[in-house]
């Protein structure tokens, strides 16, 4: 079932927000396209929620516009807004059954006779048959669905999620997000959603916006802000990361993956592709994520071509599909390495002396200073 709404994408134009002497959304610039998942990723306190209430109507802008298509809906009051929002708290109705809970936008437009919408929205979010129960009697995966299809049974150009999977428990949280990016792609509707957590945003969303002190750190698919972030902030906010504190003394002529950036990190020398790096001179850290390490005993064993630290493994936590391990450096910080636990005579112990290598196409450069390199 594809929506028939046609609004054009929503854009927000200088967005900004103060509440007194805090501005909680910093002069926001950016695009939604049409029918797209757009997820707003940040911790508490970015400006995520703060934007989320701009585009609904229900905070009015210090400053900036919200626009969807040309249409200027920055002064249409919520009700006015072809956008409609789903909470944490599903907001259902106790009194009222589940086709009266998903029916009530439709009556309070006049529309007399919903059956037919309420029957194929229900269907849609896999509640056929549930009709008569109350609230009260469903689960909070169930309630959760009920207030999605009551918000899409209006037809929203943009459908704003607020930390929608919050209240529930892990299982059923992967469960809905699976359930959630399968409704947005049957609807067509522009999905908007809100979040602190990195899977989350990552499992569902085309293209991801990381929010921080009211400003956008970086934009882009989730593969494109995993393997290659922008920032310090984005590389240790979507997962872990090692950063290594390096220099980088400018471009060379490389082997045969082209030019490279020269880094030095603790009297070694770790050439990184110009490819991989956003920055090519000056103080850098140098990334490695920490499936991307692997350990071996001795510089035998090392493959041809990748770089490495030696070190000494100071913890070894077992976790089913990997072993985790804290390796502490000459220099005294510690790397984590995950180890997919494909061979169980691999391992290696606390105390053991060990070298970390990694493929210099698994690395990347990032400007260093102390805002970026806050968590």
Request: include cysteine.
């Amino acid at each position: 079932m594809a929506s028939d709404a046609s609004g054009g994408d929503l854009r927000l134009v200088g967005l900004t927000k103060r509440f007194g002497p805090v501005t909680a959304v910093d002069d926001l610039t950016l695009t939604v396209p049409q029918g797209s998942f757009f997820a707003l990723l940040g911790a508490s306190g970015s400006g995520k929620t703060s934007t989320l209430r701009m585009v609904a109507g229900l905070e009015e802008p210090t400053a900036g516009r919200v626009l969807l298509g040309d249409r200027d809906i920055t002064g249409l009051r919520p009700y006015r807004r072809p956008v409609n929002t789903v909470f944490q708290s599903y907001a259902l109705f106790p009194h009222l059954d589940v086709a009266e809970n998903v029916a009530f936008g439709l009556r309070r437009r006049g529309i007399r006779s919903p059956r037919g919408q309420v029957e194929e929205m229900l269907a849609l979010v896999q509640l056929a048959g549930y009709g008569k129960r109350r609230p009260a009697q469903l689960s909070g995966g169930q309630q959760q669905r009920v207030a999605l299809a009551r918000a899409l049974v209006n037809h929203p150009q943009v459908l704003l999620l607020d930390e929608p999977l919050g209240a529930l428990d892990l299982k059923l949280r992967r469960q809905m997000q699976t359930e959630l990016k399968r409704i947005q792609t049957e609807v067509g509707t522009t999905f908007v959603h809100v979040t602190h957590d990195q899977e989350e945003a990552m499992t569902m969303a085309d293209t991801v916006a990381v929010l921080d002190a009211g400003r956008i750190e970086q934009l882009g698919p989730p593969v494109e802000l995993y393997e290659f972030p922008a920032t310090a902030f984005v590389a240790t906010f979507l997962g872990q990361c090692n950063l290594i504190a390096a220099d980088a003394a400018g471009r060379s002529v490389g082997g045969p993956g082209g030019e490279e950036v020269v880094v030095t990190a603790h009297g070694s020398r770790f050439p990184v592709p110009v490819g991989r790096a956003r920055v090519d001179r000056g103080p850098v850290h140098l990334g490695v994520r920490p499936e991307k390490l692997r350990l071996v005993g001795s510089a035998a064993e090392l493959p041809q071509g990748h770089q490495h630290v030696p070190g000494v493994v100071s913890d070894a936590a077992y976790v089913g599909v990997s072993t985790q391990y804290l390796v502490r450096t000459g220099w005294g910080d510690e790397l984590t390495v995950f180890a997919a636990n494909t061979d169980a005579e691999g391992r290696h112990p606390v105390g053991a002396r060990v070298l970390a290598h990694w493929a210099p196409e698994h690395a990347f450069l990032l400007p260093r200073d102390p805002a970026g390199a806050r968590r």
